[in-house]
């Protein structure tokens, strides 16, 4: 079975009058969604008036989430899905600090307090599960940043279940291929993911990797946003998606599209 992924940093709207707000690029976005059909979709940045909107614009999602704030406070890091494909089975957000079950703690060095919205989902048509964890790093701190990896681990390490099919991580997680966060990811004795949407649109395209492009349409660079599969999943397909939609782009940040095989089960 096929399951499109995507990650996609939609900015939240910061000041009202501003052209480039939420609301007047939800057309693009309902385009997007319209096109490519994602069954799951990582946001970050939208606050509580932004997902209200976006519940509006695409009637045959859900989303699931808390504010980084503690319930519908500040931004939240949603996931949507489309429950004509998929069941919920169970959700949570964990705070990416020393103490992950209090909202609005913050992380060590970290300017805001940072999250990590998770669900374990099954598939409709075949009954497979998986679990998805979609966070939003730390913009200055490669400290902040590395201990919210840290603290994604352990709860990934933690809530391991043999029901799981495949663990899905995925967000913005403002750092390079290069960084100590992306190599922790790789490199870790514990290491859950063996394949990730960097490395194979790398193989396609050498320069094609920038994901932060500002509403410039700028192509060369490095990636901040990833998708990261665990091992028995099959990455079919993994992309950014630089189009133009409703005459605009969605966001100032591209998106990365993924088609994922799960298993067959015996």
């Known amino acids: 079975m ?3 992924l995507v990650t ?7 000041l009202r009058w501003d052209k480039r707000n939420f609301l007047n690029r939800v057309a693009a976005i309902q385009e997007f969604f319209a096109q490519q059909k994602p069954d799951l979709v990582g946001t970050q940045e939208l606050t509580i008036r932004d997902l209200r909107q976006a519940e509006v614009a695409l009637p045959q999602y859900r989303w699931i989430g808390l504010g980084r704030g503690g319930g519908h406070r500040s931004e939240f890091s949603a996931i949507f899905y489309r429950p004509d494909r998929l069941r919920l089975l169970d959700q949570g957000t964990f705070w990416l600090s020393s103490h992950p079950e209090r909202p ?3 992380g060590l060095m970290a300017v805001f307090p940072r999250i990590c919205t998770w669900g374990l989902f099954e598939t409709v048509e ?9 966070t939003h790093l730390d913009h200055v701190s490669p400290l ?3 201990e919210g990896i840290r603290v994604i681990q352990e709860h990934i390490h933690r809530h391991q279940s043999p029901q799981a099919d495949g663990t899905i991580l995925m967000g913005d997680f403002n750092a390079s291929p290069a960084s100590k966060v992306l190599r922790m990811l790789r490199d870790s004795d514990r290491r859950i993911f063996t394949h990730d949407s960097y490395t194979l649109t790398l193989q396609k395209e050498p320069l094609c990797c920038r994901t932060y492009h500002g509403f410039s349409g700028k192509v060369n660079g490095r990636p901040i946003d990833y998708i990261f599969v665990s091992g028995g999943l099959e990455i079919a397909d993994a992309a950014i998606d630089r189009g133009v939609y409703d005459n605009q782009y969605p966001s100032d940040h591209y998106p990365i599209v993924m088609e994922l095989a799960l298993p067959a089960r015996a």
């Not at 996609?8 to 910061?14: E, S, V």
């Not at 075949?126 to 979609?134: A, F």
């Open 2 to 4: 096929l399951l499109k």
């Open 8 to 14: 996609f940093n939609l900015k939240r709207t910061i």
């Open 104 to 106: 609005g703690s913050r």
């Open 126 to 134: 075949t009954g497979q599960k998986i679990r998805v964890y979609n």
């Open 144 to 146: 902040a940043r590395a």
